[in-house]
DNA sequence: ACATCTGTTATACAATCAGTATAACAAACA
DNA sequence: TGTTTGTTATACTGATTGTATAACAGATGT
């Protein structure tokens, strides 16, 4: 899986990451049971610090993407708490139908829009 | 119009203002042309610094939603690039849509998520 | 047995951000 | 003439971000 960091960005690096790394489980591209490579080679393929993947790490963990083993790695290990999961996102869909509606961006705009992305799937 | 900042949220208190004024427009509460206190006024009456309240006028300038003028105060004015604005949203929906996928959330459930939320509307 | 790699933790440093605080300015207003 | 307005500047504390170096114990391979 190709993993690109825009130094450039106001994004945190390790939050690009950490979204990155959901596409690709969201694309299957990462499969539950994978493994991502140890923190050290992939801060040093990137060209970042160690800590600043072992933080996109800890975050996805703390998410429930991941699980960190000594003898594995990091392994995708998906825990889902889909009540919570749905509620999350709800809050966080307000705030941004509430921007695209200030936008003139309709319900129907929106559905579209998410049919399309969900196209790439 | 009601604010209210939750002092234990992780969330910066300039979002959580920026967010309530855009639902606030959102819901018609204020339209067009209607004045928010003035940044000391705000701040005063929340219990924060004029700064901070500054900064939350700042970013709404700097999306399209407000206008400072000196005689008028802070003004509802909404200026709107709906074509950048579409990008943005489909930026913003892609992680979001990928998070909630791994946490299985079907296409159907994000369209009836999104249609409950325009219920309010 | 030995060296290597793993996640993990600790500490330190610089830069930036968030929030507060005080102050000053010119334009608008009553 | 005061007062209020947005605006700008400076300064301070504390948290966050990213880098850097180091150490530790468990696991792995030779």
Chains 1, 2 share one sequence.
């Not at 990451?17 to 080679?41: C, F, H, K, M, Y």
């Not at 992939?42 to 072992?54: F, K, Q, S």
């Not at 009540?83 to 941004?96: D, I, S």
Request: charged share 25%; aromatic share 6%; glycine share 4%.
């Amino acid at each position: 899986m190709l993993i690109e960091i825009d130094f450039n960005s106001s994004e945190a690096i390790y939050m690009q990451l950490r979204n990155q790394i959901i596409l690709g489980i969201a694309t299957s591209q990462l499969q539950e049971g994978d493994s991502l490579p140890s923190v050290r080679q992939l801060a040093e393929h990137i060209g970042i610090n160690m800590h600043t993947v072992n933080k996109a790490y800890t975050v996805l963990k703390q998410e429930g993407f991941l699980k960190l083993d000594r003898r594995k790695g990091a392994v995708i290990a998906l825990d889902i708490d889909k009540l919570q999961a749905v509620e999350t996102m709800r809050r966080e869909l307000q705030v941004m139908l509430a921007w695209g509606r200030c936008k003139n961006i309709s319900r129907e705009e929106v559905h579209q829009l998410i049919d399309e992305i969900y196209e790439d799937y």
